[in-house]
């Protein structure tokens, strides 16, 4: 699968690099920027991923994904044993996401993302390979928790839902030990 636009053609070289791909505007550059939907709609293709494009890099490749303030069009569904890098902060996904039995190794942030479809971590793992070296260990269990979480030890701060959102199942391990 080929880039198309703007942004997936930098999330690729940045992917590639080990980089983090930032695509907001200077003027979105605060802290606790968060995008609205209203404001995403009228991204151009400097800001917008495809959805089967995210899951090539991270499936296909196997390339470790860090975007920052983009959209993501479409439905994204990743599942069964795959490993992963991803974080997406103040990023807004258009469709549904779903992981199942995933595992998140290194950081994986969704500060200030927002779900407009269903967004389901089902039996999802997070892990920190260096925390890993240090202190093995489950550092928390997610039975199940739904709707808008605040979980900063697994980067969910600010994370919001539009649709129906689940984390079910999950265990967080790496190196924030605040109990969820």
């Known amino acids: 699968m080929e880039p198309i636009t703007r942004a ?9 690099a080990g980089q983090e791909c930032d695509v907001r505007t200077t003027s979105d550059r605060t802290a606790l920027w968060v995008p609205s939907v209203d404001e995403a709609t009228g991204w151009g ?3 917008n991923v495809r959805a089967g494009y995210l899951r090539h890099l991270l ?13 993501i ?10 490993s992963l890098t991803l974080s997406t902060p103040a990023c807004v996904y258009t469709g549904h996401v779903r992981f199942v039995e995933v595992s998140f190794t290194g950081y994986a942030g969704f500060d200030g993302a927002t779900f407009t479809g269903n967004a389901w ?13 240090t202190s093995p260990g489950v550092l928390a269990e997610i039975p199940h928790l739904w709707a808008a979480p605040t979980v900063a030890s697994v980067g969910l ?4 839902c539009a649709g129906f959102g689940c984390v079910r199942g999950g265990r ?4 924030n030990r605040r109990r969820v």
């Open 157 to 160: 701060a600010r994370w919001r």
């Open 121 to 133: 971590f089902d039996r999802a793992t997070f892990t920190d390979d260096e925390a890993q070296e």
């Open 8 to 16: 997936e053609h930098a999330l690729l070289a940045a992917a590639t």
């Open 45 to 47: 293709e400097d800001r």
């Open 172 to 175: 967080v391990v790496g190196r």
């Open 73 to 82: 069009d479409g439905d994204l569904t990743v599942g069964h044993g795959h």
């Open 59 to 71: 499936i296909d490749l196997h390339l470790p994904v860090h975007l920052r303030g983009a959209r």
